[in-house]
């Protein structure tokens, strides 16, 4: 099941939505409230500069993005994926190019 569920297209466009839909809510969710966008990116500067645990989510996100080159490259090795500009795009596009390398990869060729 677990390998099913991996190779499905399917969780690209899941994973891919949360991503978006978490950064159209940073940006226009409840405006009346936090302010436009201006506003919030001081607000989230200020916070950066006092908070230990915003700040190391910060270099948790520079890390894994770090690390999604390696794991891309791995995984496109695995399955003998020749398509250069498929594995830059992955590489260097953090979270939405890693959903859509997931979607456009080729089938894992499983081995006995």
Not at 11 to 23: F, R
Not at 48 to 54: A, C, P
Not at 67 to 78: P, Y
Request: hydrophobic share 50%.
């Amino acid at each position: 099941i677990a390998a099913q569920v991996a190779e499905s297209k399917l969780l690209a466009p899941a994973l891919g939505s949360v991503g978006i839909g978490s950064i159209a809510w940073a940006v226009l969710g409840r405006m009346d409230q936090f302010g436009a966008f201006p506003e919030r990116y001081a607000s989230f500067v200020d916070l950066l500069s006092i908070d230990r645990v915003g700040s190391s989510f910060i270099v948790d996100l520079i890390i894994f993005g770090l690390f999604q080159g390696w794991l891309v490259d791995d995984d496109a090795r695995r399955r003998n994926c020749t398509n250069k500009s498929l594995i830059l795009f992955a590489k260097y596009i953090p979270f939405l190019g890693l959903a859509f390398y997931l979607t456009a990869r080729p089938a894992l060729e499983e081995t006995k």
